[in-house]
């Protein structure tokens, strides 16, 4: 079965500052990591996706995350963060091929970005 | 291209009711993926389905809930006998079938569905 921890519920930043959400993961299969956004009373928006080859994958608005097949993991790093960026971040995992595409979430991290 | 619709966004229903929640795909795409999301409870996964079959319903309450994606026309998740703890956002999804987009879902704006 695969899970998915975001060891953080609530993250506190101030504006230009770095912020690293965390995200682990469990699964006995490959997988393939998701990060959503979602912005209050609104739907769900991909940022990024890791799926195969560079651990290391680009999404949008200036978002990014790393790929760490040892450590169970999928950050996600953003280096200057602004006000519009407050919202909820989810990771998610899914076995990807064939009939097993489900969606498996974290609980979430809400991120407050401050002035 | 117009990107995954939901309809409606808000509804209300009294205890005993039965929902229907309807979502349309984005063009091109034939797979649909239905979601809830409850307080403190977060993402979870209800049911995939493509055009006329049911592919993975394994977390589809076993009572009073029913999904179908008919050849023609929208998704529609049916809820029976609605109860307090089905006040939920209900979140449909969609992906192509074949080629690199399969493994992305795109998400509608959600149905808020609220119980008296």
């Known amino acids: 079965a695969q899970s998915v921890t975001q060891l953080d519920s609530q993250v506190p930043v101030f504006e230009e500052a770095p912020v690293e959400l965390r995200c682990n993961y469990s699964?006995?299969?490959?997988?393939?990591l998701f990060w959503y956004v979602q912005y209050p009373n609104q739907g769900l928006q991909l940022l990024l996706k890791?799926?195969?080859?560079s651990t290391l994958v680009k999404g949008i608005n200036g978002f990014e995350a790393e790929f760490n097949k040892s450590q169970t993991s999928f950050h996600l790093r953003k280096p200057s963060v602004h006000i519009s960026d407050t919202a909820e971040y989810f990771c998610?995992?899914?076995?990807?091929?064939?009939?097993?595409?489900?969606?498996?979430w974290g609980l979430g991290t809400s991120l407050a970005v401050n002035p | 291209n117009a990107g995954v619709m939901q309809n409606p966004r808000h509804l209300v229903r009294r205890r005993g009711q039965e929902a229907r929640l309807r979502c349309s795909p984005m063009?091109?795409?034939?797979?649909v993926y239905w979601y809830r999301q409850l307080p403190e409870e977060g993402l979870k996964f209800m049911v995939y389905?493509?055009?006329?079959?049911?592919?993975?319903e394994s977390g589809m309450p076993k009572e009073r809930f029913s999904a179908e994606f008919p050849k023609e026309g929208p998704s529609i998740l049916r809820i029976q006998q609605v109860v307090r703890g089905d006040s939920a956002a209900y979140f449909c999804?969609?992906?192509?079938?074949?080629?690199?987009?399969?493994?992305?879902?795109?998400f509608g704006p959600g149905t808020r569905l609220t119980v008296t």
């Open positions: 890791y799926l195969s080859g």
């Open positions: 389905l493509q055009k006329e079959n049911i592919i993975d």
């Open positions: 998610a995992v899914s076995g990807g091929a064939g009939n097993n595409r489900k969606l498996i």
């Open positions: 699964s006995s299969v490959s997988v393939y």
């Open positions: 999804a969609s992906s192509p079938a074949t080629g690199q987009g399969r493994y992305e879902q795109y």
């Open positions: 063009k091109g795409h034939s797979h």
